[in-house]
């Protein structure tokens, strides 16, 4: 249903230096009917393949397919079979939620007997009867959520386009949004999904890309990435693990033990070490060790591999590091430029 070959977007030109690249020959294949998710950290280009694939900004060089429509050729087409849902929730305050679907039904030009009865299904199915015909000035965020949810929905779109929908959302909001998100899965709509939460991308998706600084560096069904990775997580601190020479230190006596695919230090969790190991009875080997190195064990959990534990794999640190890392390289500067 969608297909984005080697997209690249540089903001900023020759003027302002070498610009912020946005995307570095990302590519990408969503099949039609699935539910398909975009991890990676802020920063890493989610928001603006988003943006190329709804014809709302231009590559550089690449190609966009939609429903074998091709964007950069007939945007309007693509339109047709698109809703999009953007991270800015943009409602007008002075309209009821009623109203305003009324208005985007008009600008979709919907005769107004269909928009009606349609604007009626997206209430029952959203949960919005209570609160519906009150002016959106008083919406709370999730209510402000699922009134841009409808928006995107009300012209039955093939294909569903949502940019971090429940960034900020309380509990109750973000599981209502989700069921609503498998049930147009369930009934043939194809939803492509940006987020930075690994339990929603985990919960929700068929099939998941992650992306790290403009490129796919890993891209399957959830269970297969994390069955790829065999063995378990184990997380463990040292009691006189203090800074990144010691985090060095340690890293090195760790990966020599046998039955120990990867060791990364966590610096998000205060050193903390992630490793992926084949079996149970390595453990007992990473304590001997450690404890002849005069580095007893502070804290250990194990678990089965997750999708922070796919990202780790792929880029060789946890989603929070890429968090951390890309929120202590940001000039607010050219930000503003590049949002311009």
């Known amino acids: 249903m969608i297909e984005l070959q080697q997209l690249c977007k540089r903001y900023g030109g020759p003027k302002g230096g070498q610009g912020v690249v946005a995307l570095d020959g990302l590519s990408l294949q969503v099949p039609a009917g699935c539910l398909y998710g975009l991890l990676g950290p802020n920063g890493a280009g989610k928001t603006t393949t988003l943006r190329i694939l709804c014809t709302l900004l231009a590559p550089d060089s690449g190609r966009v397919r939609v429903g074998g429509v091709d964007a950069l050729a007939d945007p309007r087409a693509v339109r047709r ?16 939620g009623r109203e305003l679907l009324q208005l985007q039904g008009d600008l979709y030009h919907l005769p107004s007997l269909e928009r009606n009865q349609r604007i009626g299904e997206l209430i029952e199915l959203l949960g919005m009867a209570d609160w ?51 049930q147009l899965r369930d009934g043939g709509t194809t939803v492509l999904l ?56 340690v890293q090195g006596i760790l990966q020599s033990c046998a039955g120990v695919r990867q060791v990364v230090v966590n610096q998000a969790q205060g050193y903390s070490l992630n490793l992926v190991i084949e079996h149970d ?57 590049a949002s311009m």
């Open 81 to 96: 079979l698109l809703g999009y849902v953007a991270q800015e929730v943009a409602i007008d305050k002075i309209l009821t």
């Open 132 to 182: 519906i015909d009150r002016r959106c000035g008083g919406y709370s965020g999730g209510m402000r959520r699922r009134l841009d949810l409808a928006a995107g929905l009300l012209h039955r779109p093939q294909v569903l386009v949502l940019d971090e929908p429940t960034v900020g959302l309380d509990i109750e909001s973000r599981a209502a949004i989700w069921g609503v998100l498998r």
């Open 194 to 249: 940006s987020s930075h939460y690994l339990e929603e991308v985990d919960a929700l998706a068929d099939h998941l890309a992650i992306i790290e600084a403009g490129k796919v560096i890993a891209a399957g069904a959830p269970s297969a990435l994390k069955g790829a990775l065999g063995g378990d997580r184990v997380t463990l601190r040292v009691r006189e693990f203090s800074d990144a020479d010691e985090a060095a230190r």
């Open 281 to 337: 009875g390595v453990i007992e080997q990473l304590r001997r060790q450690l404890a002849e190195a005069d580095l007893p064990v502070f804290a250990l959990a194990q678990s089965r591999p997750s999708l922070d534990d796919v990202y780790l794999q792929a880029t060789g640190r946890t989603l929070m590091d890429a968090e951390l890392a890309v929120a202590g390289s940001r000039d607010p500067k050219a930000e503003r430029k």
